[in-house]
């Protein structure tokens, strides 16, 4: 069983925005994250995941 992964974060004019992956593997912005310029508060959002986007 391989490893997939379920986020992605990218820094875009010095915010970073989180993405989720779809079943077709194509990346989308998840607009309820607010960009931020703290990446590990990124982190613990997505850990956290309040949205139910990555942990099902």
């Not at 079943?23 to 850990?47: A, C, G, M």
């Amino acid at each position: 069983m391989g490893e997939s992964p379920i986020d992605q974060f990218r820094l875009e004019q010095i915010k970073w925005k989180v993405y989720w992956r779809d079943s077709k593997n194509k990346w989308h912005f998840v607009e309820d994250i607010t960009p931020e310029e703290d990446f590990e508060k990124q982190l613990i959002t997505v850990d956290k995941d309040d949205l139910g986007i990555f942990w099902v």
